[in-house]
C-alpha cells in the first residue's frame, strides 16, 4: 500500500523569507504528484503538480522538487506571505489510477 | 463553474440517526471521491466512483456507511446508523483525467458533528 509522510508538522517562517515543505512517499511506482493547500474551514486547494518524468517544476512563487531515487517531495515557496499561512498537503498517485494518497499535512506559519 | 457543492456544510445529529451527505460534481468531471478528515487520521479515502461506477470502497470504515452515484451530477454519502466517532469533516472531490494530470477538485466539506 500507499504511505506519505511529512518531515515536519509544523513550519514557521518570517514574512519574505523562503519556506520548503518536505513529503516522502513509499511507493517507488507512485507517478503523479500534487501539493495541496488548505485553509481554514475550506477544502483542500491544487496548488501545483508534477509527474514522474519532471524532477522540477514551477509555478507562480511556488516551485516542487521531486526525488525518485530517494522518493522524496518538496514545495517551495518563495517570499512568503500572510496569505500562505495554511496547511499543505502532498499527495501521489499510483500505476496510472487517479486515486490520491494524502499525506499528514505540515501546518505553515507566517511570522509578521 | 460554482465547483464542488456539498450540502449541508454542516450537521448535528444524534447518535443513531441516519445522516445523508450530498454532492454535486464539477460539470464533465467523470470521477468522484469521498474523503474524510479528523484530527488523528487526517484525509482518508472513502471510496470513489468512475463514470458513476464505484472503483474502490477499501476506505469506508464499515457497513454503516454507504455511498451512491445515481447520475453523473450527483452523489450521497449515507451513515446508518450514525456514531459520535463518524464526527469529521467530510469532503466531496470531483476530476477528469487528461493526458497530462488527474488534478481532484475539492468541495468546501460537511463538518458532522455526532452526539
Known amino acids: 500500500g500507499e504511505s506519505v509522510g511529512l518531515h515536519l508538522p509544523t513550519l514557521s517562517v518570517q514574512e519574505g523569507d523562503n519556506s520548503i515543505i518536505n513529503c516522502a512517499y513509499s511507493n517507488s511506482a507512485s507517478d503523479y504528484f500534487i501539493w495541496y493547500k488548505q485553509e481554514s474551514g475550506k477544502g483542500p486547494q491544487f496548488i501545483i503538480d508534477i509527474r514522474s518524468n519532471m524532477d522540477k517544476r514551477q509555478g507562480q512563487r511556488v516551485t516542487v522538487l521531486l526525488n525518485k531515487t530517494v522518493k522524496h517531495l518538496s514545495l517551495q515557496i518563495a517570499a512568503t506571505q500572510p496569505g500562505d499561512s495554511a496547511v499543505y498537503f502532498c499527495a501521489v498517485t499510483t500505476g496510472g489510477g487517479n486515486k490520491l494518497t494524502f499525506g499528514t499535512g505540515t501546518q505553515l506559519k507566517v511570522e509578521l | 463553474d460554482a465547483g464542488v457543492i456539498q450540502s449541508p456544510r454542516h450537521e448535528v445529529t444524534e447518535m443513531g440517526q441516519e445522516v445523508t451527505l450530498r454532492c454535486k460534481p464539477i460539470s464533465g468531471h467523470n470521477s468522484l471521491f469521498w474523503y474524510r478528515q479528523t484530527m488523528m487520521r487526517g484525509l482518508e479515502l472513502l471510496i470513489y466512483?468512475?463514470?458513476?461506477?464505484?472503483?474502490?470502497d477499501s476506505g469506508m470504515p464499515e457497513d454503516r456507511f454507504s455511498a451512491k452515484m445515481p447520475n453523473a451530477s450527483f452523489s450521497t454519502l449515507k451513515i446508518q446508523p450514525s456514531e459520535p466517532r463518524d464526527s469529521a469533516v467530510y469532503f466531496c472531490?470531483?476530476?477528469?483525467?487528461?493526458?497530462?494530470?488527474?488534478?481532484?477538485?475539492f468541495g468546501q466539506g460537511t463538518r458532522l458533528t455526532v452526539v
Open positions: 466512483f468512475n463514470n458513476n461506477v464505484p472503483i474502490d
Open positions: 472531490a470531483s476530476s477528469s483525467r487528461t493526458d497530462w494530470n488527474t488534478e481532484a477538485f
